[in-house]
């Protein structure tokens, strides 16, 4: 079982059959479960670009059955239409026809996630998957995650799971874009009477961060945690394969200001994957709102395909080089 980066919550990611996230931001786990299939059932996924980038060659060549109320943007040799509605009655048919034919699903020995080969950061300073990977282990159960767009949107679906016991995960992928996780975030908290956690980057909050203030007004329990990378990380790793220069922010220290504008606040910066644990960790145990800033190298390679120089994917068999990335053509021109 795969999702789609928009669908991280449409099946428990802590299952023994669950390999991972399709698409740009995905994982090779997935792709090679798609290479090792005859036969793709995919499930109101309409398989968009974000979705199929990387794995639209194994697609095409294989028989891919789709059930859903639209058919996918993908060529599906069968499409069977329903409505949201009778999703399930529609794929327990689908079943019982592959059982009569004798088709089988793929066995698994337990979840299998493997990651893109993204690179550490040279100075020793955190990564994208170090602060990711202290959030999946540290947010309660039956809680939310809100990951914006971005550098840090695409790390939160790489090493995120889903929080366990129905926890839900939003990403602001064809929702409003950048800035789209604080006011998701606070009505994600106001549907469930649970702890939300948003996850943005710098860019992001200067769309729309103050809205932490409402947050704040009511004692919303949701936890900020805001990526500074000094810039609009995705478009300055764009301009660094393209131009091979960077346009970056100057540095600001996010937690200070916004705790000296809002005294109601808890807000700090960790500067270590035990810190951001630790403090995640003490959100849950009281009802206020908190902000955590993590600092993150501006060159810093998120695990995204179309930013990763070609070089690193060609070292992964799993991880194809995406149409797009060898940019020499681009380089040349005036």
Not at 28 to 46: F, W, Y
Not at 88 to 115: F, K, N, Y
Not at 212 to 234: C, K, L, Q, S, W
Not at 287 to 313: K, M, Q, R, S, W
Request: with cysteine.
């Amino acid at each position: 079982m795969a999702v789609e980066p928009d669908a991280m919550d449409a099946y428990d990611n802590h299952a023994p059959n669950f390999v991972g996230v399709l698409g740009a931001m995905g994982h090779p786990s997935a792709r090679e479960a798609i290479a090792r299939a005859d036969l793709c059932l995919a499930v109101g996924a309409r398989l968009g670009q974000m979705a199929t980038t990387g794995i639209a060659d194994l697609l095409a060549a294989r028989t891919l059955l789709h059930v859903g109320s639209r058919p996918p943007w993908l060529t599906a040799q069968h499409h069977v239409p329903a409505p949201s509605s009778a999703l399930t009655p529609a794929i327990h048919q689908v079943t019982a026809c592959l059982s009569r034919r004798r088709m089988r699903v793929a066995a698994t020995d337990g979840p299998h996630l493997s990651h893109l080969p993204v690179p550490r950061p040279s100075r020793g300073q955190l990564s994208y998957r170090d602060f990711a990977e202290a959030i999946s282990a540290s947010v309660g159960a039956g809680t939310t995650v809100v990951a914006d767009a971005g550098n840090t949107g695409s790390a939160a679906v790489h090493y995120i799971r889903t929080p366990a016991e129905n926890g839900r995960f939003i990403l602001a992928l064809g929702m409003g874009g950048m800035g789209f996780s604080f006011g998701a975030g606070i009505g994600a908290m106001l549907a469930t009477g649970k702890r939300s956690y948003v996850i943005a980057g710098d860019g992001s909050f200067l769309m729309h961060g103050l809205e932490i203030h409402t947050a704040i007004e009511y004692r919303m329990p949701i936890t900020f945690i805001i990526v500074n990378n000094d810039g609009n990380a995705a478009c300055s790793g764009r301009e660094r394969l393209i131009l091979h220069q960077a346009n970056i922010f100057r540095h600001s220290t996010l937690a200070g200001g916004i705790g000296a504008m809002f005294s109601a606040i808890d807000a700090r910066r960790a500067s270590s994957v035990s810190t951001l644990r630790s403090m995640i960790e003490e959100t849950d145990g009281d009802g206020g709102t908190h902000l955590i800033e993590v600092c993150i190298p501006n060159d810093a390679h998120p695990p995204y395909l179309p930013l990763l120089p070609a070089e690193i994917i060609e070292q992964h068999p799993t991880a194809p080089a995406v149409p797009g990335n060898d940019l020499e053509g681009y380089r040349d021109r005036d």
